[in-house]
């Protein structure tokens, strides 16, 4: 029972509802959210307005955030990689929810520059540290024609009896080398800016693409892209988190060292699905990120715009509907969150909870930023106010990292053998 003398307003933080936070993570949080404000947002504003040629050029302005994100040392992979799982947990969904309130775009861009250089890391391997930890990176994964086949490498959603598709991206080993042949889709991350990339692809090994399910042999390879027979297609021009620049990738017998290998035949289905448990948990907190823009700038706009006699505000429909949208986003940063704590916990991590926040997350995002436009009016839909542009951004969400029914699948296959295993069943 709570014994109260007096009933206050509530005291609210950035993020709205927030409990315990040392003075550690409140000053991570403000340095953070500056940064956002002051250059993020502006920048992926800028961005948005952009050809996806123009936002790769040597003038654009994605070079002013890369230059200003590596002075402003939030990223640095030598302190994130001394933190303690817990530590982790706590401080960098901090982090990323405050840059994704700046901008998502940047966010994810920030995020996958990173993964080769992480990945590197995380071997220990002082050669690979040395070729790849100073790199802007991109995840290679997406493949034309495959879609989200990527996402089932091990085949449990596929037809009964059928074969996955032969992919238009192929590594086989010849010797000590990988030699990769053909092309991404144009959905790649940070592609055009990218010196190098995290890639999984299939693999001849020399028995074949094929393993005997109808599934296909993948490899996990650092992709360096100062080697013959590597070029890049044009930027992708697309609809939404257009300060992520997207495009293909063309590799023509590209020989890369056996030595640039960090996961092999057997390993390599359990490697590409920890680094989708990551880039689904990024995503649901980058997606909190958004929604709860677009809420603070529908909670402005209706203590402003007049209808009806006066501020919209005095509405109670709309109070109610602001309240709406505040929940949701309360809970989506609650999901988030309880993917951040189940990964690094004991248990973590697991696809399972991360895309269980993913899937949530950005379908509530949807939902918050097209509440928040309709709030809004007309005026919602021009480009002169932002919720335009923030339901793009969210819009895309729903297949950015899996698409969200595909990742469903996935859940439920994932929950149906937890119950079998637990009760004997076949």
């Known amino acids: 029972m709570f014994?109260?003398?007096?009933?206050?307003?509530?005291?609210?933080?950035?993020?709205?509802?927030?409990?315990?936070?040392?003075?550690?993570?409140?000053?991570?949080?403000?340095?953070?959210?500056?940064?956002?404000?002051?250059?993020?947002?502006?920048?992926?504003?800028?961005?948005?307005?952009?050809?996806?040629?123009?936002?790769?050029?040597?003038?654009?302005?994605?070079?002013?955030?890369?230059?200003?994100l590596h002075e402003s040392g939030i990223f640095d992979l030598e302190a994130i990689g001394g933190m303690t799982d817990e530590e982790k947990a706590r401080i960098l969904p901090i982090i990323l929810e405050e840059f994704a309130w700046g901008d998502a775009g940047l966010t994810l861009l920030a995020m996958v520059t990173h993964f080769a250089a992480i990945t590197a890391v995380g071997t220990g391997n002082a050669e690979l540290i040395e070729r790849f930890g100073h790199l802007r990176g991109c995840w290679i994964g997406t493949q034309p024609d495959r879609g989200s086949d990527v996402l089932d490498i091990d085949k449990t959603e596929a037809i009964p009896g059928s074969k996955h598709g032969r992919g238009n991206l192929i590594a086989r080993v010849d010797g000590?080398?990988?030699?990769?042949?053909?092309?991404?889709?144009?959905?790649?991350?940070?592609?055009?800016l990218a010196e190098c990339g995290l890639?999984?692809?299939?693999?001849?090994?020399?028995?074949?693409?094929?393993?005997?399910?109808?599934?296909?042999?993948?490899?996990?390879?650092?992709?360096?892209?100062?080697?013959?027979?590597?070029?890049?297609?044009?930027?992708?021009?697309?609809?939404?988190?257009?300060?992520?620049p997207q495009g293909e990738l063309y590799f023509d017998e590209v020989r890369v060292p056996m030595s640039y290998v960090i996961a092999g035949k057997e390993q390599a289905y359990p490697s590409f699905f920890g680094s989708l448990t990551f880039g689904n948990m990024e995503m649901s907190i980058t997606y909190t990120g958004i929604a709860r823009a677009a809420y603070e700038h529908a909670l402005t706009y209706v203590h402003e715009r007049k209808q009806g006699g006066g501020e919209i505000i005095n509405h109670q429909s709309v109070r109610a509907r602001l309240f709406d949208m505040f929940r949701n986003v309360e809970a989506c940063r609650g999901m988030?969150?309880?993917?951040?704590?189940?990964?690094?916990?004991?248990?973590?991590?697991?696809?399972?909870?991360?895309?269980?926040?993913?899937?949530?997350v950005t379908k509530t995002s949807v939902d918050v930023t097209s509440e928040a436009l309709q709030m809004f009016g007309g005026n919602g839909l021009t480009k002169e106010y932002p919720l335009e542009k923030l339901f793009r951004d969210a819009r895309a969400g729903l297949i950015t990292d899996g698409e969200n029914n595909v990742l469903s699948l996935k859940g439920g296959t994932m929950l149906s053998q937890i119950y079998k295993d637990k009760y004997g069943l076949t």
């Open 3 to 68: 014994v109260l003398n007096e009933v206050p307003l509530p005291k609210l933080g950035l993020t709205g509802l927030e409990g315990l936070m040392s003075e550690e993570e409140l000053a991570i949080q403000e340095v953070a959210h500056r940064f956002a404000e002051e250059v993020m947002r502006p920048i992926g504003e800028k961005m948005d307005k952009l050809t996806a040629e123009q936002a790769v050029a040597e003038d654009s302005p994605v070079w002013e955030f890369y230059d200003k």
């Open 176 to 192: 000590d080398e990988l030699v990769i042949s053909g092309q991404t889709s144009a959905w790649v991350s940070g592609a055009p």
């Open 199 to 244: 890639m999984y692809t299939q693999c001849d090994y020399g028995d074949g693409i094929y393993r005997e399910d109808g599934g296909l042999h993948y490899v996990g390879v650092l992709v360096p892209f100062d080697l013959p027979g590597f070029s890049r297609g044009l930027p992708l021009e697309k609809l939404g988190l257009r300060s992520l």
């Open 336 to 360: 988030a969150h309880r993917a951040f704590n189940y990964n690094y916990g004991p248990n973590g991590p697991h696809l399972l909870g991360s895309a269980t926040a993913k899937t949530f």
